[in-house]
């Protein structure tokens, strides 16, 4: 009622005001957190605003935006907290996003110290090498690139990840969505090898989140507390866990 959804929105999620948010947080001893803007609010960020603001600089936030965003308006978000704008691949949220468009806002976001976050299916890291060569921020690719757990370490596109992120020192990856790589229900264990497989590469590119309110889950919608419980089989290693958790986003997103 306060920040109603688009007309044009490709799904209705349930309601998940930041009230629910600060208390998921306090139950699990989450102090920090970053507020990626929801599609089905299309470009309209006020609802995301609100919430950093209400946070006390504890909470940072992606935007959002259309080609035709002023500056004046990019100005207002970086107050705001936003630190990067987000583009949807997935084919279920409208697919490629217009390209001239994307490469014009990478420049405009560039002089801001502004990243992206590339929310893509598993193919798509095969089918955009071009794209992916050409972006010259640093850009971070959601939930493991929603690689299919059933299909093993070795299918292309996970070794393309992984090739990617040794080779590309501007690529970051979120080591999240365990529930949206796997083939099975929770606590999603058959997730855990592509996460170590990408710590072991190199911890310093990584972040992690529990991705809640777990829009367009329609398996088994996960707990967020066995979320936290699998980051401990996901990265054992306590050095490693601490710059996931507190040295990367610190680095990404509370830089100034």
């Known amino acids: 009622m306060k920040f109603p959804y688009a007309a044009d929105r490709s799904y209705t999620p349930p309601d998940a ?19 990626v803007h929801a599609s089905c609010h299309g470009s309209e960020m006020d609802v995301t605003l609100d919430a950093i603001a209400s946070s006390g600089g504890l ?18 978000l970086h107050a705001g907290g936003i630190r990067g704008i987000r583009f949807n691949f997935v084919k279920h949220l409208g697919g490629v996003p217009d390209l001239q468009v994307f490469y014009r806002l990478l420049q405009r976001i560039k002089p801001l110290g502004w990243h992206i976050v590339l929310h893509f299916d598993a193919g798509d890291i095969l089918e955009q090498g071009e794209l992916l060569g ?10 493991m690139g929603r690689v299919r757990a059933e299909e093993g370490l070795d299918q292309r596109p996970f070794q393309a990840l992984l090739g990617l992120y040794r080779t590309n020192p501007l690529a970051w990856i979120k080591i999240s969505g365990a529930e949206r790589v796997s083939a099975g229900r929770r606590p999603f264990e058959d997730a855990v090898p592509f996460a170590r497989s990408l710590i072991a590469v ?3 590119r990584l972040l992690w989140g529990t ?13 967020d507390g066995e979320l936290v419980n699998l980051l401990g089989q996901l990265c054992p290693d306590e050095e490693a866990r601490r710059r996931i958790l507190v040295d990367n986003p610190t ?3 509370w830089s100034e």
């Open 59 to 76: 909470y940072r936030g992606v935007a959002v935006v259309e080609d035709g965003v002023t500056d004046r308006e990019l100005q207002r």
């Open 251 to 253: 680095r990404m997103y």
């Open 17 to 35: 005001p930041v009230e629910h948010l600060r208390a998921l947080h306090a139950r699990l001893g989450i102090s920090r957190a970053v507020i």
């Open 134 to 143: 050409r972006i010259n921020v640093p850009f971070i690719i959601d939930h």
């Open 211 to 223: 991705d809640w309110p777990h829009p367009n889950i329609t398996r088994d919608m996960p707990n």
């Open 202 to 204: 190199d911890a310093g």
